[in-house]
């Protein structure tokens, strides 16, 4: 080839490099200028409610990718995607109603419920992400607005999951489904307020207050960020003037109505800055000017999103607002009485201790286990703790001397939130025993067991069906009867906060045959052994029987001295033993009055007085000893 040729192919492939690194640079401008967008927005769903979200002024062509991954909860995820040809209110009505009509009409409920899903929405999906995370990718058909709805999955068929959720939103960014992509400032979806995205909620409270409890704290169910909060509160009765103040969950006042008290109800609008969970709405009694506390009842209506609350007018409806304390079901089993010391006054208990009790908060996704329970046994039981953290009724016994030992305990949550707790124990309970009818005493054994939060967080009900003492309980003293269980509220010494308490308790009489055969028994040989002396006519030997009858009597007073408990007050059994003594006592001085007036030779008014009270001693100790049993029943 020549020179010249050689050069002019050169400049041809030079020009045609060039030409391709400048269409490169131009088509990387252009996608530059297009570039992909993401959004993440985290909410809570609570069961049953669906959440919508506007997707404004796609484009035909659009590639929209999301995904929603539950964070807490057991929220089983699901979403979809309609137009806006008609209201979404409409959508969902006819929605709900051809749901009711095809479930009626078809055999297999799923097949009927995915197939008005493909006639609902353009775009639908439950499972596709990880476990039971879902996740579409949908090719925007036409330009236009579109509507995203987040929901439960299947809630329509009684499977009602709730928890907090994040969910991710990409705009021709294929890495949104696995919530890889970075988020971008400006947003793709905008929360649609609502039936089905911020619905109005209103609950209504009421209770008393009064000098000696001036102050009511609601707990407030969890509220997203920019949700606002509407408060009424009003006196129905008496002279209260009431105040409303909004606490976070460190107890910090965020907004007050009617501080001054200068009005006879108060009002309270707050919006939520950052998610509100833990916070308290206290209602107080305001002052008059002299300082006196004002006292009656009172109706406070709370509100979510829901500004005609500030009339005192609005209707209950919509989500609970306020957090209505978890009721805790509980239940003692009493499998053995190992000892009563009557001396101490405790009883030494085997027992089996059972907490059920529904915590949403504690609720999960079974695909994040594998699992369709949570178990923690004696070993794993640390783990438990940890993983529900401070959120759990914990106990301990009122009444319990020394240590309580667990031999075994176990705990199991379920997906929903519900919770069994079940430990064997024993321990010592302490006991208050009345002795003043002893040995014909009936005494109650209570078994107190109070919880360490207070009462707007948890409440103890009796468990149905699981308090009783087993009939093979060992106790041999005492004749078991019925066993209660009761709950009330308590205010601990160490704090001003009412805590509850379930009382267990059984009322027990003695078993009488071990009293009868061997102190009542020997008390009326005693007497009958005095009263035998009566027809001897020998006053010397009637003074020696009875002077031995005394002594006798002191040694089995003595015998019995161990089995008495020890007390600053006098029983039944005691008055017994001290009328006993005294007539004996008494008879012995008779004898030797008797003695002195036969020496003194008034023999005929000694066989006057002894004919007497040959029959009206016996008599006159019955009557003695009916005087102490009217005195002590």
Same mark, same amino acid.
């Given at each position: 080839?020549?020179?010249?040729?050689?050069?002019?192919?050169?400049?041809?492939? =030079?020009?045609?490099?060039?030409?391709?690194?400048?269409?490169?640079?131009?088509?990387?401008?252009?996608?530059?200028?297009?570039?992909?967008?993401?959004?993440?927005?985290?909410?809570?769903?609570?069961?049953?409610?669906?959440?919508? *979200?506007?997707? %404004?002024?796609?484009?035909?062509?659009?590639?929209?990718?999301?995904?929603?991954?539950?964070?807490?909860?057991?929220?089983?995820?699901?979403?979809?995607? !309609?137009?806006?040809?008609?209201?979404?209110?409409?959508?969902?009505?006819?929605?709900?109603?051809?749901?009711?009509?095809?479930?009626?009409?078809?055999?297999?409920?799923?097949?009927? !419920?995915?197939?008005?899903?493909?006639?609902?929405?353009?775009?639908?999906?439950?499972?596709?992400?990880?476990?039971?995370?879902?996740?579409?990718?949908?090719?925007?058909?036409?330009?236009?607005?579109?509507?995203?709805?987040?929901?439960?999955?299947?809630?329509?068929?009684?499977?009602?999951?709730? #928890?907090?959720?994040?969910?991710?939103?990409?705009?021709?960014?294929?890495?949104?489904?696995?919530?890889?992509?970075?988020?971008?400032?400006?947003?793709?979806?905008?929360?649609?307020?609502?039936?089905?995205?911020?619905?109005?909620?209103?609950?209504?409270?009421?209770?008393?207050?009064?000098?000696?409890?001036?102050?009511?704290?609601?707990?407030?169910?969890?509220?997203?960020?920019?949700?606002?909060?509407?408060?009424?509160?009003?006196?129905?009765?008496?002279?209260?003037?009431?105040?409303?103040?909004?606490?976070?969950?460190?107890?910090?006042?965020?907004?007050?109505?009617?501080?001054?008290?200068?009005?006879?109800?108060?009002?309270?609008?707050?919006?939520?800055?950052?998610?509100?969970?833990?916070?308290?709405?206290?209602? %107080?009694?305001?002052?008059?000017?002299?300082?006196?506390?004002?006292?009656?009842?009172?109706?406070?209506?709370?509100? =979510?999103?829901?500004?005609?609350?500030?009339?005192?007018?609005?209707?209950?409806?919509?989500?609970?607002?306020?957090?209505?304390?978890?009721?805790?079901?509980?239940?003692?089993?009493?499998?053995?009485?190992?000892?009563?010391?009557?001396?101490?006054?405790?009883?030494?208990?085997?027992?089996?201790?059972?907490?059920?009790?529904?915590?949403?908060?504690?609720?999960?996704?079974?695909?994040?286990?594998?699992?369709?329970?949570?178990?923690?046994?004696?070993?794993?039981?640390?783990?438990?703790?940890?993983?529900?953290?401070?959120?759990?009724?914990?106990?301990?016994?009122?009444?319990?001397?020394?240590?309580?030992?667990?031999?075994?305990?176990?705990?199991?949550? &379920?997906?929903?939130?519900?919770?069994?707790?079940?430990?064997?124990?024993?321990?010592?309970? %302490?006991?208050?025993?009345?002795?003043?009818?002893?040995?014909?005493?009936?005494?109650?054994?209570?078994? *107190?067991?109070?919880?360490?939060?207070?009462?707007?967080?948890?409440?103890? !009900?009796?468990?149905?069906?699981?308090?009783?003492?087993?009939?093979?309980?060992?106790?041999?003293?005492?004749?078991?009867?019925?066993?209660?269980?009761?709950?009330?509220?308590?205010?601990?010494?160490?704090?001003?906060?009412?805590?509850?308490?379930?009382?267990?308790?059984?009322?027990?009489?003695?078993?009488?045959?071990?009293?009868?055969?061997?102190?009542?028994?020997?008390?009326?040989?005693?007497?009958?052994?005095?009263?035998?002396?009566?027809?001897?006519?020998?006053?010397?030997?009637?003074?020696?029987?009875?002077?031995?009858?005394?002594?006798?009597?002191?040694?089995?007073?003595?015998?019995?001295?161990?089995?008495?408990?020890?007390? #600053?007050?006098?029983?039944?059994?005691?008055?017994?033993?001290?009328?006993?003594?005294?007539?004996?006592?008494?008879?012995?001085? *008779?004898?030797?009055?008797?003695?002195?007036?036969?020496?003194?030779?008034?023999?005929?008014?000694?066989?006057?007085?002894?004919?007497?009270?040959? &029959?009206? *001693?016996?008599?006159?100790?019955? #009557?003695?000893?009916?005087? =102490?049993?009217?005195?002590?029943?």
């Amino acid at each position: 080839m020549k020179p010249r040729s050689l050069a002019t192919a050169l400049l041809l492939l =030079v020009g045609s490099l060039a030409a391709g690194l400048m269409l490169l640079l131009a088509s990387s401008a252009a996608a530059q200028d297009q570039p992909a967008s993401t959004q993440r927005i985290t909410a809570r769903l609570q069961a049953g409610e669906t959440h919508a *979200y506007l997707l %404004q002024d796609l484009q035909a062509g659009d590639t929209l990718t999301i995904s929603m991954q539950t964070t807490s909860g057991n929220l089983d995820p699901a979403i979809g995607i !309609v137009d806006t040809s008609r209201p979404l209110d409409e959508t969902m009505a006819a929605f709900q109603a051809d749901l009711q009509r095809l479930l009626a009409e078809n055999a297999s409920a799923s097949e009927a !419920v995915q197939a008005l899903r493909s006639q609902t929405f353009l775009a639908f999906d439950d499972d596709s992400g990880a476990g039971y995370a879902a996740a579409l990718a949908f090719d925007v058909p036409a330009a236009g607005d579109y509507v995203l709805l987040a929901a439960s999955s299947l809630s329509v068929l009684g499977r009602a999951t709730f #928890g907090d959720y994040v969910l991710s939103v990409g705009l021709d960014s294929p890495a949104s489904q696995d919530g890889a992509a970075e988020p971008a400032d400006a947003p793709i979806a905008q929360r649609l307020p609502g039936v089905w995205g911020l619905a109005a909620a209103v609950e209504e409270a009421s209770g008393v207050l009064t000098a000696a409890a001036p102050t009511a704290s609601l707990k407030l169910a969890d509220i997203d960020a920019g949700q606002s909060l509407t408060v009424y509160a009003e006196a129905t009765s008496g002279n209260l003037i009431p105040v409303v103040i909004l606490r976070d969950f460190g107890g910090k006042a965020l907004e007050a109505g009617n501080l001054g008290g200068l009005e006879s109800r108060a009002t309270l609008a707050y919006t939520m800055t950052e998610g509100a969970v833990g916070y308290t709405l206290a209602v %107080q009694a305001g002052s008059l000017p002299d300082g006196t506390v004002t006292e009656g009842d009172y109706r406070v209506l709370v509100g =979510v999103n829901a500004p005609n609350v500030l009339t005192g007018q609005a209707q209950p409806q919509g989500n609970k607002v306020l957090e209505a304390p978890i009721e805790v079901k509980t239940g003692l089993r009493i499998l053995r009485i190992s000892a009563v010391n009557s001396q101490d006054e405790n009883f030494s208990v085997l027992g089996n201790l059972r907490m059920d009790w529904t915590d949403p908060t504690l609720a999960f996704s079974p695909d994040s286990c594998d699992c369709s329970v949570k178990l923690y046994t004696d070993k794993e039981f640390d783990r438990f703790l940890a993983d529900v953290g401070s959120r759990w009724p914990a106990f301990t016994f009122f009444n319990q001397l020394g240590n309580r030992w667990v031999p075994s305990r176990a705990a199991a949550i &379920w997906p929903d939130g519900r919770v069994r707790y079940a430990e064997s124990f024993n321990t010592i309970f %302490q006991a208050d025993f009345d002795f003043r009818q002893y040995p014909f005493d009936s005494q109650t054994f209570p078994i *107190y067991l109070d919880l360490l939060y207070p009462t707007t967080s948890y409440t103890l !009900v009796e468990l149905p069906g699981y308090s009783a003492i087993d009939p093979a309980h060992g106790e041999d003293e005492f004749i078991i009867t019925d066993f209660t269980a009761t709950s009330s509220v308590e205010a601990p010494s160490a704090s001003d906060t009412p805590v509850s308490r379930m009382t267990f308790s059984f009322s027990a009489p003695r078993h009488l045959n071990y009293y009868v055969l061997q102190v009542f028994l020997p008390i009326i040989l005693i007497i009958l052994i005095s009263w035998f002396t009566f027809f001897l006519r020998d006053y010397t030997r009637r003074i020696e029987a009875a002077a031995a009858n005394i002594l006798l009597f002191i040694a089995f007073s003595w015998s019995l001295a161990d089995n008495y408990p020890r007390l #600053g007050y006098l029983t039944f059994l005691d008055a017994v033993m001290s009328v006993t003594f005294a007539v004996n006592v008494l008879v012995l001085l *008779y004898n030797v009055v008797m003695k002195r007036l036969e020496n003194q030779g008034k023999n005929e008014r000694v066989q006057r007085i002894d004919s007497i009270l040959d &029959w009206a *001693y016996p008599l006159l100790y019955i #009557g003695l000893v009916g005087m =102490v049993a009217l005195l002590f029943f």
